[in-house]
């Protein structure tokens, strides 16, 4: 690692990628913006930002989906029996497990991208690949 070139804002490689995925304050934004912007070379990097933009993009998109299908299952729950509205707890765990796995994910990737190592998400992965070269 020593002899690989500065990332985004003069970091090594490896912990620019690694801040790529820091979920805090838009750290992650920031950071996978600036390194796709500035790096055009480093595959270590331009691949963890595109995969940290990427599950950002998953993410709100299931957060989005989660609330309109709970005012759904309300508005269904209002029309017809107060007994459909015991849908909303299964939904609720569906949305634990999914927001769950997100952070997992985030984490793992977050260190295998400070060790230097390109970690594919199962499906995200390959669209970051692709998209980062």
């Known amino acids: ?29 920031v950071f996978s913006i600036a390194i796709l912007a500035t790096d055009k070379t480093n595959k270590l990097a331009r691949f963890h930002a595109v995969q940290s933009l990427l599950i950002l993009a998953s993410i709100i998109v299931g957060y989005i989906l989660f609330f309109v299908c709970m ?9 017809t029996h107060p007994m459909v509205a015991m849908l909303i707890f299964v939904l609720y765990i569906l949305f634990i497990a999914y927001a769950l796995a997100m952070f997992v994910g985030i984490i793992i990737s977050m260190i295998k991208a400070f060790q230097g190592e390109i970690f594919r998400l199962p499906i995200i992965g390959n669209f970051a ?3 980062s070269n």
């Open 71 to 79: 005012f759904v299952v309300m508005l269904l729950a209002a029309a």
């Open 1 to 29: 690692m020593n002899n690989q070139p500065k990332s985004a804002f003069g970091m090594d490689v490896n912990v620019a990628a690694g801040l790529a995925y820091l979920p805090f304050c838009l750290v992650n934004v």
């Open 129 to 131: 690949d692709n998209w």
